[in-house]
């Protein structure tokens, strides 16, 4: 069972910068697909940044140049690195984790943290 607790969220003014952690539990980074979504109220999780078992790594258009995903394997933490904060970048943060099919991700059924909260303002 795996199980993923975020962290780093808070309140940030325009402008400035964050850095989300999650911690996986069991030996999983690297070798899972790994994910950072984002969340508000009444709209659908949107996938913000995507890490592959080989290391690429993908981005929402929205936070292309602004956001870096990362991962430590011999931590078992997944990074995304936030700067130039917006207001519409508010949103609860979700770690996502689940195994490639293939050298695909598919994101149904994928393991999930409880998030933590980001306000820019």
């Known amino acids: 069972h795996v199980q993923l607790v975020e962290s780093g969220g808070g309140s940030v003014q325009v402008g400035g910068s964050l850095r989300l952690s999650c911690v996986a539990s069991?030996?999983?980074?690297?070798?899972?697909?790994m994910g950072w979504f984002r969340q508000i109220p009444d709209r659908e999780r949107e996938g913000v940044a995507g890490?592959?078992?080989?290391?690429?790594?993908s981005y929402a258009d929205s936070v292309k140049g602004r956001f870096t995903i990362s991962q430590d394997s011999a931590k078992n933490i997944l990074y995304l690195q936030m700067h130039s904060l917006k207001p519409e970048d508010t949103a609860m943060y979700y770690c996502g984790a689940v195994q490639p099919d293939g050298s695909v991700c598919r994101w149904t059924g994928a393991y999930w943290g409880q998030g933590t909260q980001v306000t820019v303002s």
């Open positions: 069991g030996d999983i980074i690297g070798r899972y697909c």
């Open positions: 890490i592959e078992s080989d290391g690429s790594t």
